[in-house]
């Protein structure tokens, strides 16, 4: 997600007339972007975050097992990523080996 912002031109007493003659009134600032990280996503991003199926996400919110959406608005939901960064770091640590690597030929 990007927010555009751009600071406010000078007051007139600031101004002060530019080499061409021409007042700074007419230089345009540049509008610099600021990224921000979303606080909040739907099921199917939220599902994606944590390399589950949105089914199994929606189970695990039934069983209390994952954290629940949070109320947007009236008709909609969102999960805090925050809570989403946190239940994934609870996960515990698997005891199974990783696959082969099947893309190598013997």
């Known amino acids: 997600m990007t927010v555009n912002c751009a600071a406010p031109l000078?007051?007139?007493?600031?101004?002060?007339p530019m080499p061409n003659g021409?007042?700074?009134?007419?230089?345009?600032?540049a509008i610099s972007p600021v990224s921000a990280k979303p606080l909040y996503v739907d099921l199917s991003t939220a599902a994606a975050i944590v390399a589950?199926?949105?089914t199994?996400?929606?189970k695990l919110v039934r069983?209390?097992?994952f954290p629940k959406p949070r109320l947007l608005s009236k008709h909609r939901v969102g999960w805090l990523i925050r809570e989403l960064?946190?239940?994934a770091e609870t996960r515990p640590?698997?005891?199974l080996p990783p696959p082969p690597n099947t893309s190598?030929?013997?």
């Open 93 to 95: 640590v698997s005891e």
């Open 22 to 29: 021409r007042d700074s009134r007419s230089k345009r600032r």
């Open 10 to 16: 000078p007051s007139d007493s600031s101004l002060s």
């Open 52 to 54: 589950l199926s949105e």
């Open 104 to 106: 190598r030929r013997n």
């Open 63 to 65: 069983e209390e097992a």
């Open 85 to 87: 960064e946190e239940w």
């Open 56 to 58: 199994s996400v929606q």
